[in-house]
C-alpha cells in the first residue's frame, strides 16, 4: 500500500503546485537553442525568486524548433544560437506582417574540444574544416598521436550546428562518420570519455575537457574562448546568442528581457559560463 500512495501523494504534490503557479500569473513561455538552455533556465530560476507572481518556462530542443514554436505562436521568446534566416524572416511576416524582434543577450565562444590527454591544443580554422569533411583523418597529422580521429556534433535542427557548418565548413557537409548527438552537453560527454574525440560548442559547457586555441590562418596567433578574446573579436567564432519576438516586447514579457540585460541579469551570463554582451540597448535588426 505505502508503495502505491507514495507515487500518488507527489503526483498531487504536483498537481496542486501547477494550480498554485497558474494562479499566480501568466506564464511566460521561453524555447529554442540546448546551448542556451541553461543560461534560460538561470535566468528565470533567479527572476522568479525576486519576482513575486512571475512564471517562467524553460525548454530546448534546437534554435531551429525555438524559432519554429515562435513562428507557430506556441512560445513567447525564441532562444537562438545563431541568426535568423531570411526564409523564417518571411513565414513570420507571411503570418504576423512582421520579421520579428531581435535581441542579443549573451555572447559566446563556439569552442572546438578535444580530450584531456590529447596534446593537440591549437588548431586553425582550415584544420577544423579539413577534421570535420573528412580531409584529415589521423591526430598524427595535427602532432597527435597515430590514432584516428573520431568526429562528434548537433542535430541539423541546432543553431551551434548552422554556425559551425556555415563559418567553419563554410557550407560543405559535414563527414558522414560524424556522430549527431542531441546537445552540446552530450558532445563533451562523449569527448569527455573518448581520448581520439573532438566535439564543438558553447563555451559554457566545457567541462571535463580540453579547449582548443583557435587561429584564422596557419601562421596566425591563435586564442582561446576567453572573456576578453571573445568580446575583442579575436577568438574566431565568437558569436552573439539572441532572443527572438514576433513583435516588440511589452509588458511581463519587456520587463523580463530588461532584468536579463541589466547588470544583474548580465552578471548571471558570466556566472553559467557565457559571456556578458558589450551594449545593453535593445536593438530591432530584424526589422531591417
Same mark, same amino acid.
Given at each position: 500500500?505505502? !508503495? /502505491?500512495?507514495?507515487?500518488?501523494?507527489?503526483?498531487?504534490?504536483?498537481?496542486?503546485?501547477?494550480?498554485?503557479?497558474?494562479?499566480?500569473?501568466?506564464?511566460?513561455?521561453?524555447?529554442?537553442?540546448?546551448?542556451?538552455?541553461?543560461?534560460?533556465?538561470? *535566468?528565470?530560476?533567479?527572476?522568479?525568486?525576486?519576482?513575486?507572481?512571475?512564471? /517562467?518556462?524553460?525548454?530546448?530542443?534546437?534554435?531551429?524548433?525555438?524559432?519554429?514554436?515562435?513562428?507557430?505562436?506556441?512560445?513567447?521568446?525564441?532562444?537562438?544560437? !545563431?541568426?535568423?534566416?531570411?526564409?523564417? =524572416?518571411? =513565414?513570420?511576416? #507571411? !503570418?504576423?506582417?512582421?520579421?520579428?524582434? #531581435? /535581441?542579443?543577450?549573451?555572447?559566446?565562444?563556439?569552442?572546438?574540444?578535444?580530450?584531456?590527454?590529447?596534446?593537440?591544443?591549437?588548431?586553425?580554422?582550415?584544420?577544423?574544416?579539413?577534421?570535420?569533411?573528412?580531409?584529415?583523418?589521423? *591526430?598524427?597529422?595535427?602532432?597527435?598521436? %597515430?590514432?584516428?580521429?573520431?568526429?562528434?556534433? !548537433?542535430?541539423?535542427?541546432?543553431? &551551434?550546428?548552422?554556425?559551425? @557548418? %556555415?563559418?567553419?565548413?563554410?557550407?560543405? %557537409?559535414?563527414?558522414?562518420?560524424?556522430?549527431?548527438?542531441?546537445? &552540446?552537453?552530450?558532445?563533451?560527454?562523449?569527448?569527455? =570519455?573518448?581520448?581520439?574525440?573532438?566535439?564543438?560548442?558553447?563555451?559554457?559547457?566545457? @567541462?571535463?575537457?580540453?579547449?582548443?586555441?583557435?587561429?584564422?590562418?596557419?601562421?596566425?596567433?591563435?586564442?582561446?574562448?576567453?572573456?576578453?578574446?571573445?568580446?575583442?573579436?579575436?577568438?574566431?567564432?565568437?558569436?552573439?546568442?539572441? *532572443?527572438?519576438f514576433r513583435t516588440k516586447p511589452a509588458g511581463d514579457v519587456k520587463?523580463?528581457?530588461? *532584468?536579463?540585460?541589466?547588470? #544583474?541579469?548580465? @552578471?548571471?551570463?558570466? #556566472?553559467?559560463?557565457?559571456?556578458?554582451? @558589450?551594449?545593453?540597448?535593445?536593438?530591432?535588426?530584424?526589422?531591417?
Open positions: 500500500m505505502k !508503495r /502505491i500512495l507514495a507515487p500518488l501523494l507527489i503526483a498531487l504534490g504536483f498537481s496542486f503546485g501547477s494550480i498554485g503557479l497558474g494562479l499566480a500569473g501568466k506564464m511566460i513561455t521561453m524555447k529554442g537553442s540546448d546551448t542556451m538552455v541553461i543560461l534560460g533556465q538561470r *535566468w528565470a530560476e533567479q527572476y522568479m525568486q525576486k519576482t513575486p507572481g512571475a512564471v /517562467i518556462q524553460v525548454t530546448g530542443g534546437g534554435s531551429g524548433t525555438g524559432i519554429a514554436a515562435l513562428i507557430n505562436g506556441t512560445t513567447d521568446i525564441c532562444q537562438s544560437s !545563431r541568426p535568423i534566416k531570411p526564409s523564417e =524572416k518571411n =513565414k513570420m511576416k #507571411e !503570418r504576423y506582417f512582421t520579421q520579428g524582434i #531581435e /535581441i542579443p543577450v549573451a555572447k559566446d565562444g563556439l569552442a572546438v574540444y578535444v580530450h584531456e590527454s590529447n596534446p593537440v591544443d591549437k588548431l586553425t580554422i582550415e584544420q577544423v574544416k579539413l577534421i570535420y569533411t573528412g580531409k584529415i583523418t589521423n *591526430w598524427k597529422e595535427l602532432g597527435g598521436p %597515430d590514432a584516428k580521429i573520431i568526429l562528434y556534433g !548537433r542535430e541539423n535542427n541546432s543553431g &551551434t550546428y548552422v554556425f559551425f @557548418k %556555415d563559418n567553419v565548413l563554410m557550407g560543405a %557537409d559535414f563527414a558522414p562518420q560524424t556522430a549527431t548527438l542531441p546537445g &552540446t552537453a552530450a558532445v563533451v560527454n562523449a569527448v569527455s =570519455k573518448d581520448k581520439n574525440g573532438i566535439g564543438y560548442g558553447g563555451a559554457a559547457y566545457a @567541462k571535463g575537457i580540453k579547449e582548443c586555441a583557435l587561429a584564422e590562418k596557419a601562421g596566425a596567433p591563435a586564442y582561446g574562448p576567453t572573456l576578453e578574446n571573445v568580446q575583442s573579436g579575436k577568438y574566431p567564432l565568437a558569436r552573439d546568442l539572441y *532572443w527572438y520587463k523580463l528581457v530588461d *532584468w536579463v540585460l541589466s547588470p #544583474e541579469g548580465q @552578471k548571471v551570463v558570466s #556566472e553559467v559560463g557565457y559571456f556578458p554582451v @558589450k551594449s545593453t540597448k535593445p536593438s530591432a535588426d530584424a526589422e531591417k
